[in-house]
């Protein structure tokens, strides 16, 4: 082990506040709200409160999605949550999602409104409201919910294991460090050699389980997760590549991925979005930077 000494766990482990990392100042031991915050709600049946991480990206793409296929109904309101800031930890926050993690959505379109929490529970959720991007029959039912609950399992080592040890950890733990690097190319080579053999993740149609693997996998495989591209060689997942461009190429994708988020260029962030017309805004902006 490289950059750290060697560490003898106490008989009790005790919160040390001063953990440093790059999300310190968010993590603890313990649940429920640290202030009161009331959610904003906007005109729309489908209220998304969210940021724009692979987590949150999934829903994003589906709600496009189906917006895309005609589906009037998915409008939706998408909420900013600042997780650096804590917005996670308000009482309204907490009340829609238990857990203080994004997305979380609330469906005000039923006689109660229905609260959804965990992305894979929101995009089944929302998928069989709309009768949209699920299959059917039963069997290609079952290996599109294998899919999304492959990613379900398999996204944390990548995420809260390799971009943590690798990416924001305060040390560089090389056994950290080789062990996710290593579970992590063996999930893209999971999904490489799937791909291989079928246009689409779950088969030959495109479903939620391509909108929740691609925004954690196919953002490692183009080079935007962790700045991890060349350390993992990712340019050996041609299947997966393949799968990426395809869907990156798609209009409803391309807006998912620019909803909630923070990151990147400008005219790639819609901090908000309450209507299709805030796309266009975007749009024009990119125009006008361009001269």
């Avoid at 998304?48 to 999934?58: A, E, F, I, R, V």
């Avoid at 309204?92 to 229905?114: C, H, Q, T």
């Avoid at 260029?265 to 749009?283: N, Y």
Wanted: glycine share 10%; charged share 25%; with cysteine.
């Amino acid at each position: 082990m490289t950059g750290s000494s060697e560490y003898v766990p106490p008989k009790v482990w005790t919160w040390n506040k001063g953990n440093g990392g790059r999300f310190a100042n968010i993590n603890r031991p313990i649940a429920g709200p640290t202030h009161d915050k009331e959610l904003p709600v906007g005109k729309h049946p489908l209220q998304l409160y969210s940021l724009g991480t692979p987590n949150g990206q999934k829903v994003t793409i589906l709600l496009e999605e189906l917006l895309a296929l005609g589906h009037s109904g998915a409008e939706y309101d998408a909420w900013l949550i600042k997780i650096g800031e804590g917005d996670q930890f308000g009482s309204g926050f907490v009340g829609v999602n238990p857990n203080s993690k994004i997305p979380a959505l609330l469906d005000r379109s039923e006689p109660k409104p229905v609260r959804v929490f965990e992305s894979g529970a929101i995009l089944t959720y929302l998928a069989e409201k709309f009768g949209a991007f699920l299959p059917t029959d039963r069997a290609a039912r079952a290996e599109c919910f294998s899919w999304l609950f492959w990613q379900m399992g398999s996204a944390p080592f990548m995420g809260g294991g390799f971009g943590h040890f690798y990416a924001y950890a305060p040390v560089k733990i090389e056994y950290a460090i080789d062990r996710y690097a290593m579970e992590t190319k063996r999930q893209l080579d999971v999904l490489d050699r799937r791909l291989a053999e079928s246009e689409f993740v779950a088969g030959p149609d495109y479903t939620i389980a391509d909108m929740a693997i691609f925004p954690w996998y196919g953002g490692m495989a183009k080079g935007w997760q962790y700045n991890a591209a060349e350390f993992l060689s990712v340019h050996e997942y041609k299947n997966v590549l393949r799968w990426a461009d395809q869907l990156m190429a798609r209009p409803a994708v391309k807006r998912g991925r620019m909803v909630n988020r923070m990151s990147g260029e400008p005219h790639e962030q819609l901090r908000e979005r309450h209507d299709a017309g805030d796309f266009d805004t975007k749009t024009q902006d990119k125009l006008d930077a361009k001269g």
